[in-house]
């Protein structure tokens, strides 16, 4: 049993703010250990529920955080930014579940640790067919299309939140933190967080036979609004976006995994805007 595991950072264990998930801060080396660690955790309680093997998606920032050299051996890793499908790079039909470690709550959510959709310098929301999503919701989608179901999501308690309500009640979510502000949380130590991402992992591929991908039938419509003008003014390059106001724009596909890539593009774009391409 192939379980895909796409790891974020902002939800990993301890993590408050910037300092712990920015690389040029001295604290960061110290949060990236403990990103591997609730990886190995999660691998850890899916092989004692019969998984045999992982495709673990370094998914933050760069994405060349996860310390290989303490990843647990059964995984393979993928890291590096060049990918089409971002933070669900290497997701098939052949993966038995998708698991969620280390996520966030989306942009604007209340009191949620360190809370953004995918560029926090452009981002201020994503609709996909009209609903608000994070990132969450966004890669459920992407693993659905493959006809995965996502089985765990780790991160605190406001995106344990929004996974019931965008992708649905039935994810396992194991809760490492509370949020009380943007920048403040109330922590787990390691050694429970750890413990309840084993546990909860193992839990969440004992009920994968009640588990259903999520499914987005096409054609598929995501609507980005930028932080600002110039970044979505850039995305128009591209003729398959539709320019909805000043900071809004939209592209539409046939199917989930073309549209998402459009709107990658856009946020690929988006980001190169902020200040001026050439800087």
């Not at 850039?234 to 000043?246: G, H, Q």
């Amino acid at each position: 049993m192939r379980i895909y595991i796409s790891v974020d950072m902002e939800g990993i264990t301890g993590v408050a703010g910037y300092p712990h998930v920015n690389e040029r801060h001295a604290e960061y080396q110290r949060f990236r250990r403990l990103m591997t660690q609730d990886v190995n955790a999660a691998i850890e309680g899916a092989l004692a529920a019969g998984a045999t093997e992982f495709l673990v998606n370094d998914s933050h920032s760069t994405m060349y955080n996860i310390l290989l050299e303490e990843l647990h051996p059964k995984a393979r890793l993928i890291c590096g930014s060049n990918k089409q499908l971002c933070q669900m790079e290497g997701i098939g039909p052949d993966f038995a579940a998708a698991f969620f470690v280390g996520y966030h709550a989306r942009e604007g959510a209340e009191a949620a640790v360190i809370n953004h959709t995918l560029m926090w310098s452009a981002v201020t929301m994503i609709r996909c067919n009209g609903r608000e999503v994070g990132e969450s919701a966004l890669n459920a989608g992407i693993a659905g299309a493959y006809g995965v179901p996502v089985a765990l999501v780790t991160g605190d308690d406001k995106v344990a939140q929004e996974v019931a309500e965008t992708i649905g009640p039935e994810v396992v979510t194991a809760v490492v933190k509370r949020g009380l502000d943007r920048f403040v949380a109330e922590c787990l130590p390691p050694a429970s967080s750890h413990d309840l991402i084993r546990r909860f992992a193992e839990a969440a591929l004992r009920k994968l036979p009640a588990l259903e991908p999520m499914h987005v039938n096409g054609p598929v419509t995501f609507t980005v609004t930028f932080k600002s003008t110039a970044q979505a003014a850039l995305t128009t390059l591209f003729p398959v976006v539709e320019r909805v106001d000043s900071k809004t724009v939209s592209v539409t596909g046939p199917d989930y995994v073309s549209a998402f890539k459009q709107l990658w593009g856009c946020l690929l774009l988006g980001h190169a805007a902020e200040g001026g391409v050439f800087k």
